[in-house]
């Protein structure tokens, strides 16, 4: 199983752009990068999913280069609502993935 | 649409009782189901998942089982409670494959053992 490391902590203003970035080393070729907020007392919820290149949603972008050993999840102008904690994860399937401790997002007024 | 049920939402059990936590889903049939923990300030960690009736797959070795009695039906249990077990407890759905990839979560059980 692919293992991801990703910021334990990011700060940010309201209205900036928000990169968050995932190492995936040992990714397998089949293995799709997927990316998950939360926010507290709730589940996760299903954000952007990619296998290569740029995606992008109403709600984000995901850059995944060339070699697929990183990628980066892009929120354009972040609002408060915003902060939560951003879980990436790389599996072949869902009953391969693994939600890591993920990245804890503050937004700041 | 598809919707998935969790209950209780919050419940407070003392160490060696029994638990039963009980997910649901409406709208989708042969889902897969999934149960996740996650203990205060911590990521999620999967423990059992199912991809049919009676179909478990236990991802870490402890005192909870799961059942899936129903095709839209997962439950998690277990005969005696440890103090360890106290955390937030997440039911997912999602497609088979080849639309697998996005899990739908529950509102979740908080439960804390005494």
């Known amino acids: 199983l692919a293992k991801t490391t990703q910021p334990i902590s990011m700060d940010s203003y309201e209205g900036q752009e928000v990169n968050i970035t995932c190492s995936h080393n040992?990714?397998?070729?089949?293995?799709?990068i997927t990316w998950y907020q939360q926010f507290p007392s709730q589940g996760p919820r299903f954000i952007i999913q990619g296998y290569k290149t740029k995606v992008t949603n109403e709600v984000a972008s995901l850059f995944i280069p060339a070699d697929r050993k990183s990628s980066t999840l892009s929120l354009p102008r972040v609002s408060l609502s915003d902060t939560a904690v951003y879980y990436c994860l790389v599996a072949l399937d869902n009953n391969d993935m693994r939600f890591g401790a993920g990245t804890r997002l503050t937004v700041k007024p | 649409s598809q919707t998935i049920h969790q209950w209780p939402a919050t419940l407070v059990q003392p160490v060696g009782s029994p638990l039963s936590l009980e997910c649901t889903v409406e709208?989708?049939?042969?889902?897969?189901l999934y149960w996740y923990r996650q203990a205060a300030g911590r990521g999620l960690q999967l423990l059992f998942y199912?991809?049919?009736?009676?179909?478990i797959s236990s991802e870490v070795p402890q005192n909870l089982s799961a059942s899936r009695p129903q095709d839209r039906q997962f439950i998690l249990s277990s005969k005696k409670l440890l103090l360890s077990d106290s955390g937030f407890y997440l039911c997912?759905?999602?497609?088979?494959?080849?639309?697998?990839?996005?899990?739908?979560f529950g509102p979740g059980t908080r439960l804390t053992v005494t």
């Open positions: 040992n990714i397998a070729t089949n293995d799709y």
């Open positions: 709208g989708t049939s042969n889902p897969n």
């Open positions: 997912a759905w999602s497609r088979r494959p080849p639309q697998a990839y996005e899990q739908y």
């Open positions: 199912s991809v049919g009736i009676g179909q």
